[in-house]
């Protein structure tokens, strides 16, 4: 393999849970492929910090006073990538870690499909006994059901969608795409709207079969407070807004359901929903009004988005 410069960029927060940070940064510095690992810590207060600058000096680590979210602590540290030079930007998570050939085997794919804009590997639980749970359901929706039943993986399949835990990018799609739109997402989301950006500028997504990662998020399931799934709801109707995939006359329609919800007559019909509990039609009307709020600010986003260059770094 010709001489490429790799930059792997890993976004930190309170790492030392179950070991992260030392298997993630352990199994890069075992790579195949060489890699310089960059580092933005999100505030970390279990001693993340400390033992990245005792145990791996040779590390770019920048640390923020504060957590500055996924999407923009990537950023930061594809901005230093891109500056120095990097051909390849590997985003990984911090309770993530990846096989000798991982990094290897997707920069093959990019070698073989011109057209690659995102390559991942295939992701599977912290145990490395079974797929990682969220990897199998967006797998599982394209054409690799038969082949995984009949154990025919071919060496790389196309997708709509990867989730961000393992993503090899090119340098020619982050100066066409840009980074992480940080006006939109923080914590969530930000990798579904990256997509389909991706998409959009005629790049193309895939997953290598002949490598993998482990991704120990199991325990994380289960059954999750309000407040997390009123989250995941505005989460959704972010992407589903800030989609550029989608025509606007597509917005159009979405951002018109949201005006008319929020019309006299159907506030009306909803106090008479409520019983006439006045407290739970002020939450509604609450709602809407942020949704609505979401609604400019992914109008922006797509006008923005749909132009080429270094967008959000």
């Known amino acids: 393999m010709k001489t490429i410069n790799i930059y792997t960029i890993i976004a930190t927060y309170n790492g030392m849970r179950r070991n992260w940070i030392q298997k993630c940064l352990d199994s890069l510095l075992s790579s195949s492929v060489k890699t310089e690992i960059i580092v933005i810590d999100n505030g970390s207060t279990d001693g993340t910090i400390e033992y990245i600058q005792k145990k791996y000096p040779q590390v770019d680590l920048t640390i923020a006073n504060e957590n500055l979210g996924f999407a923009k602590a990537n950023n930061i540290g594809i901005r230093k990538a891109y500056d120095q030079g990097a051909d390849y930007f590997f985003l990984l998570n911090q309770d993530a870690w990846i096989e000798e050939n991982t990094i290897e085997k997707l920069v093959e794919i990019f070698e073989q499909k011109l057209d690659a804009g995102i390559v991942s590997p295939i992701h599977l639980n912290g145990l490395k006994n079974k797929f990682d749970q969220n ?39 982050i100066e066409t795409v840009g980074g992480f739109d940080t006006d939109l997402f923080y914590h969530y989301g930000e990798d579904s709207n990256y997509c389909n950006r991706v998409l959009y500028h005629g790049f193309k997504i895939y997953i290598a079969t002949t490598t993998s990662i482990c991704h120990d998020r199991e325990d994380r399931k289960g059954k999750r407070p309000k407040e997390f799934q009123l989250l995941i709801d505005e989460t959704k109707h972010k992407i589903r807004l800030s989609n550029i995939l989608l025509s606007e006359k597509e917005i159009f329609a979405e951002i018109n359901s949201l005006k008319l919800r929020n019309s006299m007559p159907f506030i009306i019909l909803k106090l008479l929903y409520f019983r006439f509990n006045l407290s739970k039609l002020k939450s509604y009307r609450n709602e809407l009004n942020e949704l609505l709020k979401i609604a400019q600010k992914a109008k922006e986003s797509r006008r923005i988005n749909q132009k080429t260059g270094l967008h959000w770094l």
Do not use: G, M, T
């Open 135 to 173: 990897f199998a359901h967006y797998f599982a929706n394209f054409h690799s059901v038969s082949d995984l039943y009949f154990n025919r993986l071919q060496p790389y399949y196309e997708v709509l969608f990867a989730n961000a835990a393992a993503w090899l990018i090119s340098r020619k799609c």
